[in-house]
């Protein structure tokens, strides 16, 4: 058994291994912004926008009624015990706000795009097999990055506002509070900050990382020539959501502990 396979065992090694290709990542992102000037629209990116937007909508709408549900459900429920039910607006509102919106509705999306992504990046290496690192970041990221952050910003408008009126509605089912005493509860509950981290996650992070891990696990299969020990999609969305959550919680930290 070789030194390798043996220390492929050891107990965390699996995620060196997952983070390894970072520094390639973080090539590719320099590369990619100094393209951003000679970025063009072209036709075929009707398709990206398309995919990543409108055919994503119903992704998004289920994930934030049945994120929003189980939420309210959870958190009415232990707010009774303590007499708090009149709070459960800003309890559910800040939750999903914070944090539970961006580690589950948006990360889901981003698993969605970081697996197509990672399928098209291993199809461009073996259509453009002398492409270099700038062509790559020029011709494929580029567009698919732009493709992310604009669709981000109506999706993640839109879950937000499903999410609300899922909560909305529930709660009256589960304990005397009504729709409008949930509103007004959310409303006082909310600040600028909260709506500033939660479109930062759902814009500035959660979508670049889906496109990076993708591409970067799309190519590195692309030039293995011994095979994977699992899917291209599998490595982009294992990197996705491992990136996500550390750069998640580093935004909460860095925002509401001061």
Not at 228 to 237: L, P
Request: proline share 4%; hydrophobic share 55%; with cysteine.
């Amino acid at each position: 058994m070789s030194l390798t396979s043996v220390a492929k065992r050891l107990p965390g090694v699996d995620l060196i291994l997952w983070l390894a290709p970072l520094g390639r990542a973080t090539r590719y992102l320099g590369l990619t912004l100094l393209s951003l000037p000679r970025w063009r629209f072209r036709h075929e990116m009707r398709a990206i926008f398309q995919w990543m937007g409108p055919q994503s909508f119903h992704l998004v709408a289920l994930a934030a009624v049945v994120v929003a549900i189980a939420l309210t459900m959870q958190c009415v429920v232990e707010l009774e015990k303590y007499q708090a039910q009149d709070l459960a607006g800003a309890v559910i509102s800040l939750g999903l706000l914070r944090e539970v919106g961006p580690l589950t509705v948006s990360l889901a999306w981003c698993a969605r795009v970081a697996a197509m992504v990672a399928d098209q990046a291993q199809q461009y290496d073996c259509d453009n097999p002398g492409a270099s690192d700038s062509d790559y970041a020029a011709d494929f990221i580029a567009p698919r990055l732009m493709a992310a952050l604009l669709m981000s910003i109506p999706l993640g408008g839109y879950g937000l506002a499903i999410g609300f009126i899922t909560g909305a509605l529930a709660t009256p089912l589960l304990t005397v509070s009504t729709t409008q005493q949930f509103l007004e509860c959310a409303r006082e509950a909310i600040t600028v900050k909260d709506l500033t981290v939660y479109f930062i996650k759902l814009i500035l992070v959660n979508p670049p990382i889906a496109i990076f891990a993708g591409c970067v696990a799309g190519r590195l299969a692309a030039g293995n020539k011994n095979g994977a020990a699992y899917s291209v999609a599998a490595r982009a969305v294992t990197a996705l959501f491992i990136c996500g959550f550390v750069a998640n919680l580093i935004v909460s930290l860095l925002a509401y502990l001061n």
